[in-house]
């Protein structure tokens, strides 16, 4: 063990992750978490997994807690997240079924929680974002991909959209001019908050639909096709990365 504990934030298909690991009901002063934070030993490693959308994925994205999930990982020890964000993509490559580690993300997100530095807390600090993402385990992640030959796209920029609803065909053109390759709508605040708590933050995209109006499917059918694909790798690279199985 290197003492050190990892954070997993699972999205959509994950919710079984680390089912009958030891669980911990955990309350933050931000309010209670999304569901219960597993503590899994993955290889050398000490993980605690929690599911962002509740242990029977009921907590739409604009409603989840992000202050109360960032805090109970940090309550438990964590010193970095890797976060599994599902996306449509928005150019024709990495195509469904790929994974993405975006370096950069725009926020279209309005009206959550998005930070702990407020009046209530009494504390103010203009926290730098310059690089939303941990670059150290962004290089750290994809050094593993490649010694696994797990193929993964590298770099991109992340539109995070307020959902539930999917986006109309004008506002993917949109976010490809404002600059994006993916669009999913989990990332903020989650990951301000994580550097605002002091935690490193990875976001990996499971890339499982082309944006609204870019494929030839309907997105449904998109997800439908590429989750269990994305899903896989994505174990996979885990278990690489901790060099044991989740
Ligand atoms: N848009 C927003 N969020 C998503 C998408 C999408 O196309 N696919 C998966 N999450």
Redesign the pocket.
């Known amino acids: 063990m290197d003492g050190k504990k990892y954070g997993i934030i699972g999205g959509?298909g994950f919710n079984d992750l680390g089912e009958g690991a030891a669980t911990i009901k955990a309350t933050t002063r931000y309010g209670d978490p999304s569901g219960t934070l597993r503590n899994l030993v993955v290889g050398e490693h000490s993980v605690v997994f929690l599911a962002r959308h509740g242990d029977d994925h009921t907590i739409a994205?604009h409603e989840i807690n992000y202050r109360a999930n960032m805090a109970a990982l940090k309550d438990q020890g964590v010193h970095a997240i890797i976060a599994l964000?599902?996306?449509?993509v928005i150019s024709k490559l990495p195509a469904p079924g790929g994974l993405a580690i975006p370096r950069q993300l725009i926020d279209y997100t309005y009206g959550r929680k998005h930070t702990i530095h407020d009046n209530e807390s009494g504390t103010l600090d203009h926290v730098d974002f310059t690089e939303p993402f941990s670059t150290a385990l962004r290089h750290a992640m994809l050094e593993c991909a490649a010694t696994a030959g797990i193929e993964i796209h590298d770099g991109g920029v992340y539109a995070v959209?307020q959902?539930p609803r999917?986006?109309t065909a004008a506002e993917?053109d949109r976010y490809e001019k404002d600059g994006a390759q993916y669009?999913?709508?989990t990332a903020m605040p989650e990951a301000i908050i994580a550097r605002e708590l002091g935690m490193d933050y990875l976001c990996i995209c499971l890339i499982?639909?082309?944006?609204?109006g870019r494929g030839d499917r309907a997105?449904h059918d998109d997800?439908e096709i590429s989750m269990q694909e994305t899903r896989s790798k994505a174990i996979g690279l885990l278990d690489a990365f901790f060099d044991g199985k989740l």
């Open positions: 959509s994205p964000n599902t996306v449509g959209t959902g999917l986006e993917i669009v999913g709508m499982v639909n082309y944006g609204a997105i997800i």
